[in-house]
């Protein structure tokens, strides 16, 4: 880091470039606005953040974020167990629930496969997914994963892995751009997805 800055704010910049997305420009911009920022609401985020790590797990059923042992989309009765939405992350189940077009269950991989990255299927949750498959409750698998290139290897790996069970399979439709993340898809086109998914 420059020895410009005084090294709080050196430290600081340091600090917010280990965000994703946040480069060094971001990072000045992001610590001036927290330096001219009421003392309270630095406070604030700060306490926001550690009460999030804190308090936050992963739910023990899907893998969503939760405060309980399981999450409340696992805990309600009125979703429809027969439908399970595959997801990378936790925040593709936020996006999808936004929409409100989807009553069913999810269940998260905590990540895509990514031989470039060296990342596996071991390292998903999906030996905990094919447990929960094998109780019957399950009738339509819907993987939405991203449409990118990790996220087509990983519906493909998927789709391998589940057909012989002869359960239905099928992708979300195309109306998410290609190379995109679901969580930036606005939920009108998230709706159309859902619903014109097709077998995969």
Do not use: W
């Not at 926001?48 to 309600?76: G, I, W, Y």
């Not at 009738?139 to 087509?152: F, L, N, Y």
């Amino acid at each position: 880091m420059s020895s410009t800055y005084a090294l709080p704010l050196a430290r600081l910049l340091e600090a917010l470039e280990y965000l994703p997305g946040v480069g060094p420009r971001s990072a000045e911009r992001i610590a001036f606005y927290l330096l001219r920022a009421p003392r309270e609401q630095v406070q604030f985020i700060a306490q926001a953040m550690m009460d999030a790590k804190d308090h936050l797990r992963f739910c023990e059923v899907c893998f969503n974020l939760s405060e309980t042992p399981r999450c409340p989309v696992c805990q309600d009765p009125s979703r429809d167990s027969s439908l399970l939405c595959i997801v990378e992350e936790p925040k593709d189940v936020i996006a999808i629930e936004k929409t409100g077009s989807f009553r069913g269950l999810y269940h998260v991989l905590l990540g895509a496969i990514a031989p470039l990255d060296g990342i596996g299927p071991e390292l998903l949750k999906i030996e905990e997914l094919m447990r929960r498959l094998s109780d019957g409750t399950v009738q339509e698998v819907i993987v939405a994963t991203d449409p990118d290139k990790d996220g087509e290897i990983t519906a493909s790996y998927l789709a391998k892995l589940i057909r012989p069970s002869g359960l239905r399979i099928t992708r979300i439709a195309s109306g998410i751009p290609v190379g995109s993340n679901l969580e930036y898809a606005d939920q009108a086109t998230l709706s159309r997805a859902m619903e014109g998914r097709r077998a995969l």
